[in-house]
């Protein structure tokens, strides 16, 4: 039975491909002869216009925003071979389907019902973003803002409804006025702010942040740290709500009498080494210091030189989000360290393959192949 082109070429790359010694590929992709590839970082805005002048079928890579606009058919997507986005896809409502089965997507999507409009990020709701508005807009935001006063009749006449993809940060005052324009207000997130407090995402105090803030009252929805004395804290600050509270122990008690609310509290320890990357720790840097926590981010390796009563005496704590490893016999001693694991923690692999090894066929260190 006779090859088509495509299948050809695809037997050739596979039996190509056989012969090399691959590592460290992010992802291998097999693309289409006839079809051209765009590969674009960034927002990539694609309407009929567009897909209309590419003269094939066409390969998108995305590492960012796909836009599709209304003026994208259903019958102009059979330009598109395949699609694959590593971000956000925000596209009409009509196109879910058909567009659907041509894209692979890691990320998530936005799907647009007719006469909507898409703001991305946060929306802060007050006058001057609504005097740029249409009148009757369908508003689609990831997280809408109400925390300043605005002009209700002005809102009505520029917004029929409002979306939320992600929440809703709103004043009680202003969610009352707000509430019945939102269409999905009983499933999207709400945090409300309580009246004379001022809103942060996440905040750090110090003495110069705390002479410059005029409010007496913080609402942090993430952590509060606080890097500034209790007693200059007091006469500026009245109440805390937070999340998370970051302090020194010795300033808790003191503290106590503005914290309004703290669902978690945790000492700040001068010790803590953060791990973004790789990080190696020999018995040399141990007998180098006191004492040393870990917040692990990357990969944490305890190397072959460290001794189980070296590492009992030195290590109080880890924070594992990434990867931790360590010899055979450390592994116990390390697991009773870990107060937090959202990683892996694992005894030393076998040595890995080397790209620096005798086997000249070798492709390593790639974000992606294209063949």
Not at 215 to 237: C, H, P, Y
């Amino acid at each position: 039975m006779a090859l088509s082109n495509d299948q050809e070429s695809l037997y050739r790359s596979v039996d190509a491909l056989s012969k090399i010694r691959r590592s460290a590929i992010g992802t291998t992709i097999q693309i289409p002869r006839d079809a051209e590839l765009i590969l674009q970082n960034g927002e990539c805005h694609i309407n009929a216009t567009r897909i209309n002048g590419f003269k094939g079928k066409t390969f998108f890579i995305i590492n960012g925003v796909a836009i599709f606009d209304e003026t994208v058919a259903v019958e102009d997507l059979e330009k598109i071979a395949r699609m694959m986005i590593n971000g956000r896809l925000i596209m009409p409502e009509t196109l879910l389907g058909a567009l659907g089965a041509r894209v692979q997507i890691n990320g998530d999507t936005v799907a647009l019902k007719s006469g909507e409009q898409y703001k991305e990020d946060v929306f802060k709701l007050d006058d001057i973003n609504l005097y740029g508005i249409a009148e009757g807009t369908k508003l689609v935001v990831d997280q809408l803002h109400a925390l300043e006063d605005f002009d209700q009749a002005l809102f009505h006449e520029k917004i029929s409804a409002i979306r939320v993809l992600e929440e809703v940060v709103t004043t009680h005052a202003n969610l009352k006025m707000i509430a019945k324009s939102i269409t999905n207000y009983l499933q999207v997130e709400k945090v409300v702010v309580p009246d004379g407090y001022a809103y942060f995402d996440s905040l750090t105090l110090d003495e110069k942040k705390l002479q410059t803030r005029n409010a007496r009252n913080l609402f942090i929805k993430g952590q509060l740290t606080i890097d500034v004395s209790s007693s200059l804290l007091l006469e500026k600050i009245t109440g805390i709500i937070c999340d998370t509270l970051e302090l020194n122990q010795s300033e808790y008690d003191v503290l106590r009498p503005i914290l309004v609310k703290a669902a978690n509290i945790k000492w700040k320890d001068h010790g803590d080494t953060m791990n973004m990357t790789h990080l190696l720790i020999s018995d040399y840097y141990l007998n180098q210091v006191d004492s040393v926590s870990f917040t692990n981010y990357g990969k944490l390796v305890f190397d072959n030189t460290v001794s189980r009563e070296l590492f009992e005496a030195k290590v109080t704590r880890i924070e594992n989000y990434g990867v931790v490893s360590c010899p055979q016999d450390l592994y116990a001693h390390v697991l009773k360290r870990v107060i937090k694991n959202f990683g892996k923690v694992k005894v030393h692999e076998e040595e890995a393959y080397s790209p620096d090894s005798e086997d000249e066929n070798v492709i390593s260190g790639l974000g992606f192949l294209e063949f």
